[in-house]
C-alpha cells in the first residue's frame, strides 16, 4: 500500500529561550518557498507556583489560536481570496516614494543615485516579488564589481558602494514592514564595511596663506573660509539666507536647520565670519548669493590652494574638517567642539580626536634622548 504524503504543515509555533530564562513565542511561517517570523510577543515563565503554570497553559492557548487564525488566512489567500501582500509593486516606484519623504537634500541625492545605480542593474518593471537574496547579492555584486559612478568611468569607492546598497537594503525593509512582502531577503545578504576616510584639513598657518592669496572666485574664498570658521556643511551654506542670521547680546547667531539631519541649530560666529558674509541683504536672500558648486568649482578651489603653496587635495569639506580640528588643536574640549558642528553622536567628533591627539603627541616627547 502506497504512502499518502500529507502537506507540510506552512506554520509552525516555536520557542525561543530568552536570556531571563524566559520563552518567546513566535510562528514560523513559510508560503511559496519564502520564510518569515511572526513573533507575538507572548512568553512563557519559568514555572515556580501554580499561577504560574496557568498562565503558560492560557498563553499557549492563546498562541495557538493565532497560529490556527493564521492558518485560515492563508488558506484564504490560496484559493483566490484578497493577498494580504502587494508584492506585485513596482520596486523603482516604491523606492521614489520613500525618497520623497526625505527632507534632506544630501539624503535625496543617495536616494536618487541608488536608483541609478539601480537602473543601471535591472528592468524599470522589476516588482518587489523579483527581489529576493539572489537579486540582493546580485546587486551587490554589481555595485562592488562593475558600479561606476554618474559621471565618469570612476569606479564606487567602498563607503559609496555601503551608502547606495544601505538605501536598497533598507527600501526593502520598509516594503516587509509595509506588509508587500511577505519575508525581509535583505537580512540575510551583509553590506560593505565602512572604511575610516582619510580626513584633510587646513593647519592654522595654511589656512592664513590661503586668506592672503587672491581666488579666481571671491565668492567661493569668501564661502569656503567662512565654512573653515564655523564648520558648516556646503550645503547648509548654500542655503544660508540673511533671515537665518541675527543678534544675540554680543554675537553674531546662526538659526538654521541642518539639512543632513533636519535638526535645529543655534551657532554664534565669530566677527571674522561675519565679515566674509559680506553686506547684508534683504531677509528672504542668500547670503552667499552667487555661490555654486560643481567639477569646475573644485578645479577652481584647488588652483587657489596650488597659489597658496598648498599641496593637498582639499574638497570643500575640507572647510567642515579644518574647524573641528582647528577647534581641538586650539584647546576646546570634544564635546563643545561636537556641539559647534552639530553632530547628534559624540563618536562622530571623537575621529577628529585620532586626528589631532595632544595625548599622545606629550606622551612621544617623554622619550628621553638616546
Avoid at 520623497?100 to 536618487?112: C, F, I, L, P, Y
Avoid at 568649482?297 to 572647510?319: D, P, V, Y
Wanted: proline letters at 2%; one cysteine or more.
Amino acid at each position: 500500500m502506497a504512502k499518502i504524503r500529507t502537506a507540510k504543515e506552512p506554520i509552525r509555533l516555536r520557542e525561543k529561550k530568552l536570556l531571563n530564562g524566559d520563552i518567546s513565542l513566535y510562528l514560523d511561517i513559510y508560503i511559496n518557498g519564502k520564510r518569515r517570523y511572526e513573533f507575538l510577543k507572548l512568553y512563557l515563565v519559568r514555572e515556580v507556583t501554580k499561577t504560574d503554570k496557568e498562565q503558560n497553559k492560557q498563553t499557549l492557548l492563546l498562541a495557538n489560536s493565532i497560529k490556527a487564525k493564521r492558518q485560515i488566512e492563508i488558506q484564504n489567500n490560496e484559493y483566490g481570496f484578497r493577498n494580504n501582500f502587494k508584492a506585485g509593486t513596482n520596486l523603482f516606484e516604491y523606492i521614489k516614494s520613500l525618497e520623497t519623504k526625505k527632507k534632506s537634500s544630501n539624503t535625496q541625492e543617495n536616494w536618487a543615485s541608488c536608483l541609478v545605480q539601480l537602473s543601471r542593474y535591472c528592468l524599470k518593471t522589476t516588482t518587489l516579488r523579483d527581489v529576493d537574496e539572489k537579486f540582493i547579492q546580485g546587486f551587490k555584486d554589481y555595485l562592488d564589481n562593475d558600479a561606476t559612478y554618474a559621471k565618469g568611468k570612476d569606479k564606487l569607492s567602498q563607503n559609496t558602494k555601503n551608502v547606495y546598497f544601505g538605501k536598497f537594503a533598507s527600501a526593502i525593509r520598509q516594503a516587509y514592514n509595509d506588509e508587500l512582502i511577505a519575508s525581509d531577503p535583505s537580512k540575510k545578504v551583509k553590506n560593505f564595511k565602512i572604511i575610516d576616510p582619510k580626513r584633510i584639513y587646513l593647519t592654522l598657518d595654511e589656512l592664513r596663506k590661503l586668506s592672503k592669496t587672491d581666488c579666481a572666485r571671491d565668492v567661493l574664498k569668501r564661502a569656503f573660509l567662512f565654512g573653515c570658521l564655523t564648520g558648516l556643511r556646503k550645503s547648509d551654506i548654500l542655503s544660508l539666507r540673511w533671515e537665518d542670521v541675527h543678534r544675540f547680546r554680543e554675537y553674531t547667531r546662526i538659526i538654521f536647520r541642518q539639512e543632513k539631519t533636519d535638526s535645529q541649530e543655534y551657532l554664534d560666529i565669530n566677527p571674522q565670519a561675519v565679515e566674509f558674509m559680506g553686506e547684508q541683504g534683504k531677509p528672504n536672500e542668500l547670503v552667499f548669493d552667487e555661490f555654486y558648486y560643481n567639477a569646475h568649482t573644485s578645479i577652481m578651489l584647488q588652483r587657489w590652494c596650488l597659489a597658496a603653496g598648498i599641496n593637498k587635495e582639499i574638497t570643500f569639506h575640507s572647510s567642515r574638517h579644518t574647524f573641528a580640528v582647528l577647534m581641538l588643536d586650539l584647546g576646546a574640549d570634544i564635546y563643545t567642539t561636537s556641539k559647534l558642528l552639530g553632530h547628534k553622536d559624540l563618536k562622530s567628533t571623537q575621529v577628529y580626536a585620532k586626528v589631532l591627539d595632544k595625548n599622545k603627541q606629550a606622551a612621544i616627547n617623554l622619550i628621553p634622548k638616546i
